[in-house]
């Protein structure tokens, strides 16, 4: 089975702020959507109660919540105890892991895939995207040179990352 992480962040790696996006960008919506589609996402409790209310559960996905709480139990999601408890229970379908930034720490180790939106902004967080380090390669980006521009009027790309080859590889953190 697969495992990959998505994530959007902002300059310096935010990716949340009171357990919210800190900005709006559709086109990074559909991207997760086309992506974890059919899928099984993981995410932490909290991001799980920071979802609106008509997308719990993400629809059209399989939703396990990691939780240490073996008591929680909400409609439409399938409580975990921790990453090994998930990748057991996993069958074939890709897996994502979709938030929060403890969640995708712990998976990181076991990715072989990551997509991440760069938004061009500057915002105050509390959470941050874990670093990749050297062990992963950028293999896309979209566009392949400059920004891409949301109908919100900030400006985005697109990059995949895979598992290097070699430890020689660049880490895709640099520059940021």
Do not use: C, K
């Not at 990551?114 to 896309?140: K, N």
């Amino acid at each position: 089975m697969p495992v990959g992480l998505v994530w959007a962040q902002a300059r310096g790696g935010v990716i949340g702020a009171d357990g919210r996006l800190p900005w709006h960008l559709p086109e990074d919506l559909r991207l997760f959507r086309d992506l974890t589609m059919g899928a099984t996402v993981v995410m932490g409790r909290r991001t799980w109660e920071s979802l609106p209310g008509r997308f719990r559960p993400l629809p059209g996905r399989r939703n396990v919540v990691l939780t240490t709480d073996r008591s929680w139990i909400a409609d439409g999601a399938e409580p975990a105890g921790g990453v090994d408890e998930v990748l057991a229970r996993a069958d074939d379908a890709d897996l994502w892991a979709i938030g929060g930034g403890r969640v995708y720490a712990a998976f990181l180790p076991h990715a072989d895939r990551v997509v991440i939106t760069d938004v061009d902004t500057a915002v105050e967080g509390d959470t941050w995207a874990p670093e990749l380090g050297g062990s992963w390669v950028r293999a896309s980006r979209a566009p392949e040179a400059g920004w891409s521009v949301s109908a919100t009027g900030l400006r985005y790309t697109v990059s995949e990352y895979a598992r290097a080859a070699t430890d020689a590889a660049v880490s895709p953190g640099a520059g940021r």
